[in-house]
């Protein structure tokens, strides 16, 4: 994205890129409710191939050519690995969002099954409901993208993600669909709790763009998705054993909670001190050079 387009364009461009997500996952989960209705599990997985197919032909078309890397430089795997390693870990901004990132998606993770286990089993819901619920999901996610700009404006970038990551804290309320009404309060749960993740997504992401150096771009991600998305599996698991130990219900408040208290990270931290975007960006080069600067004690 920031070689696409200038850096004051970034929380724009985010937020078209998301919007076009939100249209997808709009109509993706109802559609998929019915073709797994119809033609079954396994072969919706064709179905899905097609949508991947899609979309490289799209990516293929981007015409813009990115900066070319120096030739006298020999690539080395582990020093460009350090480099992404270092420019996050020696900046406190971007450690606190990969912190918050990370708790926020162990936390979302440990509910995927025993949300399904609790949807399908214990309100019997049918596939295609299940489906919809999705799709309320992303109606949210949606209105999220829409509102995105106006909320931050209004509040400021800092309290904006810490917002954003506290309204996970809503999760914890979807075992209330028990005592009846459970369609429509999954509807407006799943509605409430989407509204917001774009909102810190497309915050987080255009600051991590914004406050890093176009050439260590790619490092810099690869080493803060290796520890975010590296959470995910981890959640997985600890939901399924949690689920089939301590009880679904539990779980649920349990992966609510932790995916919640994601916002201390960002409370406690730089971040919530940050009004708007910050104009300039670091080098791992610039970080070796601090570091060199510096004086033993």
Avoid at 118 to 124: A, D, E, G, I, K
Wanted: net charge positive.
């Amino acid at each position: 994205m920031p070689n696409l387009i200038e850096s004051s364009d970034l929380l724009e461009g985010n937020s078209k890129l998301q919007t076009s997500a939100a249209g997808a996952q709009l109509v993706g989960p109802s559609l998929a409710g019915l073709v797994i209705q119809i033609i079954g599990g396994a072969y919706a997985i064709t179905v899905d191939a097609i949508g991947y197919l899609t979309s490289a032909l799209s990516l293929s078309s981007i015409k813009k050519r990115e900066p070319k890397r120096d030739q006298r430089q020999i690539p080395n795997f582990f020093k460009e690995m350090k480099e992404g390693i270092d420019v996050v870990f020696h900046n406190r901004i971007l450690t606190h969002i990969m912190g918050a990132t990370a708790t926020s998606n162990l936390g979302s993770s440990m509910l995927t099954a025993p949300f399904i286990v609790f949807v399908l089993n214990y309100l019997h819901f049918s596939k295609l409901s299940y489906g919809i619920l999705g799709s309320f999901s992303a109606f949210g996610f949606l209105v999220g993208v829409l509102i995105t700009q106006r909320i931050t404006k209004k509040l400021g970038l800092g309290l904006t993600l810490a917002v954003s990551t506290g309204s996970s804290f809503l999760i914890m309320l979807n075992p209330v669909a028990r005592y009846g009404y459970a369609f429509f309060v999954l509807a407006a749960l799943s509605f409430a709790t989407a509204l917001l993740v774009p909102t810190y997504n497309i915050n987080q992401i255009s600051l991590r763009q914004a406050l890093v150096d176009v050439k260590v771009q790619g490092r810099m991600n690869a080493t803060i998705r290796t520890v975010v998305w590296g959470t995910i599996p981890l959640g997985n698991l600890l939901g399924g054993i949690l689920g089939s130990t301590v009880g679904v219900i539990d779980t649920i408040y349990l992966g609510g909670f932790i995916a919640g208290i994601a916002c201390l990270w960002i409370i406690t931290g730089p971040v919530f001190k940050l009004k708007e975007h910050p104009k300039t960006s670091i080098t791992a080069t610039e970080l070796e050079a601090e570091e060199e600067t510096k004086v033993p004690p």
